[in-house]
């Protein structure tokens, strides 16, 4: 993978990236497992094709940071940042669990994140804090509550004084449902079962979750408007707000990974209509 600086960021970023000591570890890592197996598979076959810029590794330079400052909490007892392993059909899965409180029992992640993404969808965050826990539940180590620690990038304290339901703070702590250990270890063996069939050149189409498809929206709007009065999931309930002065609008979803966060896409079939570039 070649590392580029199209927009000429200062050098100490280029080589921040460059100097990424993240090592993984066994045959796929937590992170990985609950991710697009198709994707993994393709940027592994093109690794040497693949473009990706500095300035893409920006927010990810900035949560290793947050490690960093980690790194000062480790005291009386508490263990922060460690790499477990465990077997599971014939694969070593490994996780790195961020911080784990051996009196409370509680196992934490920490994440620089939007508010956008506090308030919406968290099963990603529930698939790899539960994988987390059963890496934990292999290595004798007990786990009674998953939290995520949101570190809000873009959180606006003006609008924290006059929203109500806005965050309070740039810092929250979410707790995340915990799965039953059986019902983990059956979700970790399909996703290396579906892991295992990509990589031997059998990969499964990704998903509309994987490729965050924004889905179709309908838009009530001025007809002179570019901005809508409301924008709605479904037709039927844009209709039914429309007025005699308005209109709806339909603005198909779009695949947003796919159009500008997938270093795969290039190779995709799928997203290519079954053509690939010649790269």
Known sequence: MTITNRHNLPASFVEAVRRDPYQGGG????TALIDSPQRRALIHKHKSKIDTDVSSM??????????????RSEVDGV???E???????????????????PETKA?????????????????????QLNVLRWLCYQNDIEVESLQICTILRDW?????????????????MVDIEMWPIPQTEEYIKERVALHRAARDGNAASCTDEERWYSG???????????????VFDNRQDAEDYKTDST??????????????????APFCEQWNNGKVSER
Request: proline residues 3%; charged residues 30%.
């Open 27 to 30: 045959d796929i890592s937590a």
């Open 58 to 71: 920006v927010w990810a330079l900035l949560g290793s940071a947050v490690h960093h400052i980690l790194e």
């Open 79 to 81: 263990v922060v940042e």
């Open 83 to 101: 790499r477990l392993y465990a077997n599971i059909g014939g694969w070593e899965v490994s996780g790195q669990f961020d911080r784990y409180n």
């Open 107 to 127: 196992l934490q992640d920490y994440k620089v994140t939007t508010v956008y993404k506090l308030g919406g969808d968290k099963k990603d965050w529930t698939r």
């Open 156 to 172: 606006s304290h003006s609008r924290s004084l006059r929203d109500g339901g806005y965050p309070a703070t740039n810092v929250v």
């Open 216 to 230: 179709d929206k309908w838009a009530v709007k001025k007809p002179t408007s570019k901005r809508a009065l409301r």
């Open 247 to 264: 209109i709806v609008e339909h603005r198909p979803g779009e695949y947003r990974r796919c159009l500008n966060f997938c270093e795969a």
